[in-house]
């Protein structure tokens, strides 16, 4: 009962701020004090960023007085492609308003996505979009996946010194995000600049720590003249450069791709990760939740075009996702590059 | 001669004798490959396995299975590094034996349910292994353990070398890990009480009837499981210093598979922590054989692995087989009999 009663008023709500949209121009300015619950849906509990991702949701929430509820819900690592279409089927039951989503799930949570979206609940994912697209409303992409090609090339080359070899040791062979960046960096390398830089190899260490450890150390032995090992996640970062070090091959092998400042200082310090990139999980937070906030209360409509407020970030307007056609997104934008100089004021 | 082998040590050398076709099977497929770097290589990254294989290992023997296993490693690599990080005087062995007490005290828990409880070991195992992870995420509250706050004795442990032999270098984790399996191996084999694990694992009610308590028996398989799971969490925090909550996802299976594809009877009963260590080493060696060889794909690696680990337990299967076959032909034969070893 109290869940139709919501839905009336949200419906009542929208009817009436759609009407103010039309009239008020451009950009949307969201109406805060709404009561909508939302699901904040990470790729599994207990990693860092999500914990970041989530703070920056909270600081929207409280900034924009959702009366309603901001649940963190997660499943567990060893279990995270189930509970992942578990918890988006829960959510759509319960009546949510919007689930945010970091997909590890694939397509196969296309099903659980597309009824959550029948039963009234807004999908809107963040960090890892839906592959095909189906089942979301829009993808809040951290950066321009086609940004991260170039930004990867160029600490390959500065770290190089211009030419040599290079190998990236990725996730998963089926990780969404990781596939689209590598095969955005294969793009970049087709540049002029880069044309002295060779891509040897990819190897994939299933973001965890031990696999991807021993992976790093069977592509230096596999290529010996290797200079490079760009790894696009934070898991392969890490265990790469710790394996150099390891193995006392710092100066001959850098390390570099996304990693966690608080996780790297050590390595870029000693000069076996020199450089590496990472945007803001809080900022991602904090935009996806305005995103989901406007669709749940139907301020917003999802359409490609619309441009609307999301507090502190600006305006923001949604557009077709390049690496996607027929599918939508909201482009965050920039991240940071970290070396020597910023490693350390950023990890504490 | 052939005849006089208990079959124990066969399996070994038919393990051995795979171990052997699988390198020379690569060296002839990946350039730069028989050399003390992969004996480096391969013998620091078993170490951590060996060591969960072997606990595994003892459970399997009893009839039971140890599906947590992995969950305990992480566990016990974070709450380890969580407690150096903030108290970073602790000496070592102190800082070891916490580990190793911390896995038991897992062990009990699952040892608990199995032998006293009577509920099937897969699922108790299934159920904590969920359970563990889970205290883990909330034990975290996502933080990371990360190597810049270990102190510099733990992190330099795993890779000292204490001796090396031509390019071989021994390090120090799998000097470790060796030491422990042929304790545990001499203890299997030599000492009465221990014995009790293959009594309970291949005939409980004749155990039973003979008086031993196959209760505690079980009990006692999972606490060591546990402890020797927690070793390997100590070494899991030394060697990869940065621990998030996925750490030792998915050891339990790799155990079980390094115990099956080293001749450990998965019904119980049979097999020996040698046994599980010589898996361990073809395993790893096939996997990290793959990475390099450039006819087979990522996509395919998992298959290939999958495909070699099957070939390998069935060519030891059939390889046994054969073996009992003409022996007991060859006793049939012979006028005076053999006393089987």
Not at chain 1, 100 to 111: K, R
Not at chain 1, 114 to 126: S, Y
Not at chain 2, 276 to 302: C, H, K, N, P, Y
Request: net charge negative.
């Amino acid at each position: 009962m109290k869940n139709i009663f919501k839905l009336t008023a949200a419906a009542a709500l929208s009817l009436g701020t759609a009407g103010a949209t039309l009239a008020g121009g451009h950009s949307v300015s969201l109406t805060p004090g709404e009561d909508i619950n939302m699901v904040l849906l990470p790729k599994f509990l207990g990693i860092l960023v999500f914990d970041q991702a989530n703070e920056g949701a909270q600081e929207a929430h409280a900034e924009l007085g959702n009366t309603g509820e901001l649940l963190f819900v997660g499943p567990t690592p060893e279990n995270s492609t189930a509970g992942q279409i578990e918890i988006m089927t829960t959510s759509a039951t319960q009546g949510q308003g919007a689930v945010m989503l970091s997909n590890n799930a694939g397509d196969q949570i296309v099903p659980s996505a597309v009824a959550a979206q029948a039963a009234g609940t807004r999908v809107v994912t963040w960090d890892s979009p839906i592959p095909s697209g189906e089942g979301e409303d829009v993808f809040v992409a951290q950066v321009d996946f086609g940004s991260i090609g170039t930004v990867m090339a160029d600490m390959a080359h500065s770290i190089l010194g211009g030419s040599g070899q290079m190998a990236v040791l990725s996730a998963t062979p089926d990780a969404a995000n990781q596939n689209a960046w590598i095969a955005a960096m294969e793009d970049a390398l087709k540049g002029e600049k880069y044309s002295n830089i060779e891509l040897v190899d990819i190897v994939y260490g299933d973001d965890q720590a031990e696999v991807s450890y021993n992976r790093a150390l069977a592509l230096v032995d596999k290529h010996p003249n290797l200079g490079v090992i760009m790894s696009p996640t934070t898991v392969g970062i890490q265990a790469a450069a710790k394996a150099m070090q390891d193995e006392g091959m710092c100066g001959q092998v850098g390390v570099s791709g996304l990693g966690l400042p608080s996780e790297m200082v050590s390595y870029t310090m000693n000069g076996c990760a020199p450089e590496f990139a990472l945007w803001d999980f809080r900022d991602l937070g904090y935009l996806t939740y305005y995103t989901a906030y406007g669709l749940a209360s139907g301020q917003m409509k999802g359409e490609i075009g619309e441009t609307f407020n999301a507090g502190r970030m600006g305006d923001f307007t949604i557009e077709e996702d390049p690496g996607r056609p027929g599918s939508s997104r909201i482009l965050m934008g920039d991240f940071t590059v970290y070396n020597s100089e910023n490693v350390e004021a950023a990890s504490k | 001669m052939l005849s006089r082998i208990p079959p124990q040590t066969l399996r070994i050398l038919a393990l051995l004798f795979v171990l052997v076709a699988v390198l020379l099977f690569f060296s002839t497929q990946v350039p730069n490959y028989l050399n003390g770097r992969l004996f480096n290589r391969i013998s620091s990254s078993v170490a951590i396995m060996a060591l969960i294989a072997c606990g595994q290992t003892l459970v399997i023997l009893t009839r039971n299975i140890d599906l947590s296993i992995g969950s305990v490693v992480g566990f016990v690599a974070f709450a380890t590094g969580s407690l150096i990080t903030h108290s970073p005087d602790i000496p070592p062995l102190v800082l070891a034996a916490y580990s190793i007490l911390l896995g038991a005290c897992f062990g009990v828990v699952n040892g608990f349910f199995v032998a006293y409880a009577r509920v099937p070991s897969i699922i108790v195992t299934l159920g904590t292994m969920a359970l563990f992870r889970s205290a883990l995420v909330e034990y975290s509250d996502a933080k990371s353990i990360t190597t810049n706050n270990l102190p510099t004795w733990l992190v330099e442990f795993p890779n000292t070398q204490l001796f090396t032999i031509g390019t071989f270098q021994f390090r120090a984790a799998f000097v470790v890990a060796i030491l422990v399996v042929i304790a545990v191996h001499i203890t299997l084999s030599r000492v009465r009480p221990a014995r009790k694990l293959y009594a309970v694992g291949s005939n409980p009610e004749a155990a039973e009837m003979s008086g031993i308590n196959s209760k505690l028996v079980i009990f006692f398989a999972f606490v060591l499981a546990g402890a020797l799971a927690g070793l390997a969490g100590f070494m899991f925090l030394a060697r990869f210093g940065t621990i998030t909550v996925v750490a030792g996802l998915g050891f339990e299976l790799k155990s079980v598979a390094a115990a099956v594809v080293g001749g450990v009877n998965i019904f119980g009963g049979s097999g020996s922590v040698i046994g599980a260590l010589i898996g361990t080493v073809l395993i790893d060696l096939i996997d990290m054989s793959l990475v390099r060889w450039q006819l087979v794909s990522e996509f395919w690696r998992e298959a290939v692995l999958g495909s070699l680990i099957l070939l390998s337990v069935a060519a030891d299967a059939v390889l046994m087989r054969r073996l009992v076959k003409w022996r007991v032909s060859r006793e049939k034969k012979d006028a005076k009999p053999e006393v089987q070893a």
